[in-house]
């Protein structure tokens, strides 16, 4: 280390110079015995109080520093540190805890390759069985013939045949209500137009041939 | 490393046994002796390694974990030491890249608060001060905040000059010490050790004003 050996007026050692002096001595913060490290410094009384007192400065540092973090750091405190340091040592040693996860193979499935394609090749087939077997038989007639209604639109009032053989007979009889009274309130009042009304057919008189 | 300082001393060859018996029973599987014998080795450092941890962090709590983890890591990677080189050091290096590592951390947390002002009273010149004469309570609070002053005095100054400080002076390091440790050279130690006085005389000079 080079020190900067600069001087104040009169030749005394600067601040700088004086710590220069301090941290090159073999064991900083000792004061100086006897030689100093400067010439000056070994000859000059006022450079060498003032050196003194940097060296004291420095000391009551080290001395504050120490006494602080002596404060803090009891001997209980270091003792819950030590335990602290134990059980984190320990539990690092335990092995560690494997949560177990759902396996998932790379093929996606736990099954192996020729069971994989059995199964596929078992859906297919069943997939074709059913749609031969679809074409060929009308599952409608099946569910009639059981007596389940083949369909969800039968609860719609129908005029077909197949219809009105499933249609109860009060049902047919208060048609055949509503039929006779919607002819009735459609009778013309005129009697220019009661001959046209004769020509039309009567829904009573196709009721009487159907019975 | 006052108390251990020549090499070969009776500290320095305890830790090394107790070093060597760790890694060996690591080794060996034998984790409860090995735990058991580095118990040793935290019990003859811990105290003078809070001591820098809280020198570096200011702050026992966090202190206190960065001993933890530095305690911790090398308990973990104990079959990398060599014994050529004193556990004291080997360690030392590894607490100080801790807590340099948590106050870089800090910072990043810190970047938006504002920072606050150092409070009222005077730094005298080191030429008025006279060595201590007696703990009273008045002189003891002034310690006090003379430390939370140089503390925060230190905190500004660079990592180098800031550890090589420390090591040298509060704990008592030699240059050499001081270089195993950082990797630095021993001249090298003196120029940042010097440069470091002299800016916390600045430092601690601007907060007098």
């Known amino acids: ?211 | 490393m006052a108390g251990a300082k020549a090499a070969g001393s009776p500290a320095r060859e305890a830790d090394g046994a107790a070093a060597s018996a760790v890694k060996s029973a690591q080794a060996e599987g034998r984790h409860a002796e090995a735990r058991e014998r580095y118990a040793e080795l935290v019990g003859r450092h811990q105290r003078r390694a809070s001591r820098i941890a809280f020198h570096y962090l200011r702050d026992a709590a966090e202190a206190d974990e960065a001993v933890q983890d530095g305690f911790v890591k090398a308990y973990s990677h104990l079959q990398t030491f060599r014994e050529e080189l004193p556990f004291e050091v080997w360690f030392t290096r590894i607490l100080i890249n801790g807590c340099l590592d948590r106050i870089k951390a800090r910072t990043r947390r810190e970047r938006w608060i504002t920072s606050m002002p150092d409070g009222p009273g005077g730094e005298r010149d080191f030429a008025e001060r006279t060595a201590g004469h007696g703990p009273s309570p008045e002189d003891q609070l002034l310690a006090k905040e003379r430390g939370r002053r140089v503390g925060r005095a230190l905190a500004k100054l660079p990592d180098r000059q800031r550890t090589v400080f420390m090591l040298s002076h509060y704990e008592g390091c030699s240059s050499r010490e001081v270089g195993a440790i950082t990797g630095l050279n021993e001249s090298t130690v003196r120029v940042h050790l010097f440069r470091a006085i002299r800016k916390l005389r600045v430092l601690l000079n601007e907060a007098n004003l």
């Open chain 1, 1 to 211: 280390m080079k020190p900067i050996f600069s001087r104040l007026a009169g030749g005394h050692l600067d601040d700088a110079t004086l710590a220069a002096i301090w941290t090159s001595t073999p064991a900083a913060g000792a004061t100086l015995s006897g030689g100093a490290a400067d010439p000056h410094l070994a000859s000059c009384g006022e450079c060498r109080v003032r050196y003194d007192a940097f060296a004291s400065w420095m000391e009551e540092i080290r001395a504050d520093a120490r006494m602080e973090a002596a404060e803090i750091f009891t001997p209980e405190r270091l003792a819950a540190q030590q335990a602290v340091i134990s059980r984190r040592l320990e539990a690092a040693e335990r092995p560690a805890r494997v949560i177990a996860f759902p396996k998932f193979p790379a093929g996606g499935s736990g099954r192996s390759a020729p069971v994989r394609r059995w199964i596929a090749a078992a859906a297919a087939a069943g997939l074709l069985v059913g749609v031969g077997l679809g074409s060929i038989m009308d599952l409608r007639h099946v569910a009639e013939r059981r007596g389940f209604p083949a369909t969800r639109t039968v609860q719609q009032p129908r005029v077909d045949a197949t219809a009105r053989a499933v249609v109860p007979a009060s049902a047919v009889v208060s048609e055949e209500l509503l039929l006779l009274e919607l002819e009735a309130a459609a009778t013309p009042q005129y009697e220019a137009l009661r001959a046209y009304e004769r020509l039309t057919p009567r829904a009573a008189d196709f009721l009487q041939s159907s019975r």
